[in-house]
């Protein structure tokens, strides 16, 4: 009895924060769920997609009981496995990634509460009714203000206390019950993302509603190097688009260059087209290395953590504008501005400024002051090759890439002036700087990789945010049919394998009338490449979510518009209601959304994160090969696993036998099989006949272009019937369907995992 | 434990258990012959690399053909075995192929049952040390072995770092020749 009064307390208290009262639609069954409310759809995602563990280690190093040998079946001292430890271990990375985001978002409204008051209206334009997709779906409140969005931050902090809680010594047991967290934690990151990104399009008027948004200038060589510099690097706006009011409201803005490095530019780009987008992560020390930043503004997430010793080699300064990463520097957020500016330039001293208003002052009049003493030049081709003849061919620099590249032989080329080669293997660095710290002749090697790095300027995109509510309405039906082939996403890091990647693929889908969006790095470097006429896909290919469109949805945390966009299908084009109503809309998107996620140089706690809130949603993600070192996938064996779906219409259980989509979570060895993975992972087994022929038409080509020739050996999983084939592979696939007894069977009018699994979500929930 | 690095950092073994590293070539081809149902796992980089101007996936290709392994193929290595007449038994990616394998219970490439050793070659060797550390950790049903010319410390056994292509090459023709008198 006690226990019925306190979950009726909660629940009161839930309603309340949530405002049932507002009739926008009934309240579902998951309101703020928390660990336990959505494990049971977790559970029977598992089912199919279970967790594939690749141990880094063999021990668990987490306490002083250990460190603990978890080989050939032993447990730890507290009891532990080696696949639960891996979960655990997940659990953490999800933790760190959401919880990276979330903060961005807290800290964010606080600043935009502290400018505009808890009151101000959440509008996203004229043609954005559905604004917070993941954050309906998931608390059940429709945020109106600045202060809801508070009310959901608050919740997203108090279930990561909890999570992070459970990885403490001795408690969950289950791998199974890890992932289910680490799901959690990532879904909850979505609503962190879509929290921080909603609040920066109110605060700043960001773009919003509008497709056509401006090109920006990006590439190193598209900084007017001969101004003061001010680089951004990191996620965080507040500062960025405070420097950006400080220079136009001194008319400074002429005089001053400002470009970003990472998300930092991608939102400062949405502020200003003036800005200039310098590139991805991976070039961030090699950036700095050349000395051509005056000044270098940090605020959070993925900055590197040595920036003042960086800085110090090459003269710049530095001004740690968030708490996050301090570096020990003095903080000088009370300090009066002449003072810290005169300590800038003539002490050559670094400070943690938490004010952005006085953090831009600074920044502003520094770079002002400094330049002239400075030497901004790239090393010519002659300093390089002598450096580059000191090389030993000791293969040392080669042993520590984590990108497994041939360093010796692009030394030896440059010593001998031979570019090309090199050129290429630039494009794969990742930037980490270790080859240089290995170097027994202290060859300072990203410095000589100045004379091959590309001097191009390219176009990019800015960030438009949130995918416009008409734009569903006009794609829905194609989508969820199967005659637009798929949503494709290209998210994350952009380090690995080779920079060129994402923007082969971005081309590939998009001529073939795929949609494509992109976010943070793999945005940048998806316009890192131009075609045979000088364009880059963003302005080869149009900018709107339609078949054959490229669309850059903005930095990371823009990354909850496209898990949104899958939402919005759901609610606008289905009319399936989304509130507090989570188990529903992924079991949709898993069964008729055909889209998929790419993270394909994927590295970071984010980006493991962002992946996995997918992955609960019903949104497959491939990944590039490095990301095996992520130590789990969600894998399923085509032709063993559960492939039996509830036909809502005809309300029976129903073995299709068809892997759609095959994996959850993917590891692409090569770009190549990525090309054929992409197509597969988009089928769903709501596609019509049609679409589905469209479909297995892009699977099939891209097959034979790729993988030399024949067709797919699972092809016949995914002819459900002779109208299913693509016309132009007709009697080739039929013979084969023929040669391996392929019996036709009836296609699913309404597939669902609602009634497959134990669930409080009754099977009427999903017919529309 | 061994006490051998890797050559690549990113595989440094934090841990007990690692691979036994075996120089000799008769000592793999002994491994290989008394194998039941052993596994070949070819991965891309066969068709890019080369020694002495022979490619690495016909070094392979002549190994298992010798000693009768069943080939799987990764990625998109099947494109350059057909054009070098040679169809291989199944197509998986690494994760896939390694994913069935953890089952004791699969049946296997060829329906017969799980195969007891797996022999993997030409794969990128962070994503290949992952997929041994799987099989290390989740199948104690079978043994791994890589002919890839690094130490790889999840695997059962492994060749040693070789400095010099000659030595990688030399190896792999000896391990033709045991296997050849061992036919």
């Known amino acids: ?27 579902g069954p998951t309101p703020m769920p928390e660990i336990p409310d959505l494990r049971a759809w977790d559970m029977r995602l598992l089912k199919t997609y279970k967790p594939w563990y690749a141990p880094f280690c063999d021990l668990c190093c987490l306490c002083t009981y250990g460190k603990c040998d978890l080989t050939q079946g032993r447990r730890g001292a507290c009891g532990i496995d080696i696949a639960t430890q891996q979960a655990r271990i997940i659990l953490l990375a999800c933790l760190m990634g959401c919880s990276a985001h979330a903060s961005h978002a807290g800290h964010i409204l606080e600043f935009l509460i502290e400018r505009h008051g808890p009151d101000k209206k959440v509008d996203l334009g004229t043609y954005i009714e559905l604004e917070a997709p993941n954050i309906r779906t998931v608390t059940g409140l429709k945020p109106e203000t600045l202060g809801d969005l508070k009310t959901v931050i608050e919740y997203v902090y108090k279930e990561i206390t909890h999570l992070l809680d459970s990885t403490h010594f001795g408690q969950e047991g289950s ?21 921080a990104d909603i609040a920066q399009i109110v605060g700043f008027n960001y773009p919003t509603s509008v497709a056509d948004t401006p090109m920006i200038d990006m590439g190193w060589n598209s900084v007017d190097k001969s101004k003061p510099v001010i680089l951004l690097v990191g996620h965080n706006p507040a500062t960025s688009c405070t420097l950006i009011d400080y220079l136009r409201e001194n008319d400074l803005y002429d005089k001053v260059e400002v470009a970003g490095i990472c998300c930092t530019a991608l939102e400062t780009t949405r502020y200003s087209d003036k800005a200039k987008i310098i590139g991805p992560l991976s070039r961030q020390l090699f950036y700095i290395r050349t000395g051509i930043a005056d000044v270098i503004m940090t605020d959070e997430q993925c900055i590197r953590t040595d920036m003042p010793i960086e800085a110090d080699k090459v003269d710049s300064r530095v001004i740690a504008c968030l708490d996050k990463a301090m570096y020990g520097l003095e903080d000088a957020t009370e300090m009066e501005t002449p003072e810290i500016v005169k300590q800038m330039v003539e002490d050559k001293k670094h400070f943690a400024i938490l004010d952005p208003q006085k953090a831009s002052e600074v920044a502003a009049q520094v770079a002002l002051k400094i330049p002239p003493k400075r030497r901004k030049e790239w090393i010519t081709d002659e300093e390089a090759k002598e450096l580059a003849k000191k090389c030993t061919q000791c293969d040392m620099c ?67 945010g949130a995918i416009m509510d008409t734009e569903i309405r006009n794609v829905g039906a194609p989508i969820t049919l199967g005659t637009i082939p798929g949503v494709v996403a290209f998210v994350g890091c952009s380090n690995y394998p080779d920079i060129e990647d994402v923007a082969d693929m971005v081309d590939e889908f998009a001529r073939r009338k795929y949609i494509v969006v992109l976010t943070g790095c793999a945005a940048m470097v998806a316009g890192m490449k131009k075609d045979k006429d000088g364009k880059t896909v963003y302005e080869k290919y149009p900018a ?55 993270a394909w140089g994927a590295m970071s706690q984010k980006a493991a994160s962002i992946g996995t809130g997918c992955n ?20 399923s064996r085509k032709e063993e696993d559960d492939w039996r779906v509830m036909d809502a219409r005809k309300r029976e259980i129903v073995d299709t036998g068809e ?27 709501n596609d019509t006949p049609q679409g589905r022929s469209i479909k297995l038409n892009h699977y099939i080509s891209l097959y034979k272009k790729y993988m030399g020739g024949g067709l797919p050996e699972d092809l016949h999983l995914f002819v459900r019937r002779d ?11 039929r013979a084969y369907l023929q040669q391996i007894g392929w019996q036709p069977k009836e296609p699913v009018g309404l597939p669902t995992l609602i009634g497959t699994y134990p669930s409080k979500v009754p099977l009427d929930a999903v017919i529309h | 434990m061994s006490s051998v690095i890797p050559l690549h950092r990113v595989n440094v073994l934090t841990g007990i258990k690692s691979a036994r590293l075996i120089e000799d070539a008769s000592q793999y081809a002994n491994l290989i012959q008394k194998a039941k149902r052993p596994l070949f796992v070819l991965g891309p980089l066969l068709s890019e690399w080369s020694l002495d101007g022979k490619l690495l996936i016909e070094y392979a290709l002549e190994i298992a053909k010798i000693a009768n392994i069943p080939i799987c193929a990764t990625a998109h290595v099947k494109g350059k075995m057909v054009e070098l007449g040679v169809k291989p038994d199944s197509i998986y990616d690494a994760v896939e192929i390694v994913n069935a394998l953890k089952d004791a219970e699969w049946k296997g490439v060829k329906k017969e049952g799980n195969h007891d050793l797996v022999i993997f070659f030409g794969i990128r060797s962070d994503l290949e040390e992952q997929c041994l550390s799987v099989l290390k950790h ?44 061992g036919e």
Request: net charge positive; hydrophobic share 40%; glycine share 6%.
């Open chain 1, 1 to 27: 009895m006690a226990e019925v009064k306190e979950v009726t307390r909660k629940l009161e208290e839930i309603r309340e924060l949530i405002k049932a009262e507002i009739p926008w639609e009934p309240v």
């Open chain 1, 659 to 685: 892997p759609s989509p095959e994996h959850l979570a993917y590891v692409a060895e090569t770009k190549e099989k990525a090309m054929v993975m992409i197509p597969k992972l988009c089928i769903r087994k």
């Open chain 1, 544 to 598: 709107d979510f339609d078949a054959g469109g490229v669309v850059n949805v903005g930095s990371c945390v823009s990354n909850a518009h496209i898990t949104g966009a899958a939402i919005k299908i759901a609610n606008i084009f289905a009319a399936l209601p989304l509130r507090a109503n989570y188990e529903v809309m992924a079991d949709y998107v898993l069964n008729r959304v055909g889209a998929c996620g790419v």
């Open chain 1, 616 to 635: 609960r949603l019903g949104i497959p993600v491939l990944l590039g090969p490095h990301s095996s070192k992520y130590r789990r996938l969600y894998l």
């Open chain 1, 723 to 733: 109208a299913d084939i693509p016309l132009v592979y007709k009697k080739e696939v």
């Open chain 1, 398 to 464: 080669e042993r520590v890439c984590p990108n497994l590249l041939g360093l010796g032989k692009a030394m030896k080329d440059i010593s001998e002036g031979n570019l090309a080669e090199p050129q290429k293997l630039f494009n794969k660095c990742i930037g980490c700087g270790k080859c240089d710290q290995e170097c027994p002749q202290h060859i300072p090697i990203l410095r000589v990789m100045q004379v091959v790095a590309s001097k191009e300027t390219w176009k990019i995109r800015a960030g438009r």
């Open chain 1, 175 to 195: 791998y199974l019950d890890y992932e289910s967290k680490a799901l959690h934690a990532s879904m909850l990151d979505h609503v962190g993302m879509e929290v």
């Open chain 2, 138 to 181: 989740f199948a104690p049903h079978l043994k791994t072995m890589t002919l890839c010319k690094y130490y790889f410390p999840h695997a059962n056994y492994s060749l040693p770092n070789f400095r010099k292509d000659e030595q990688w090459k030399a190896f792999l023709e000896n391990l033709i020749d045991s296997l050849k008198k």
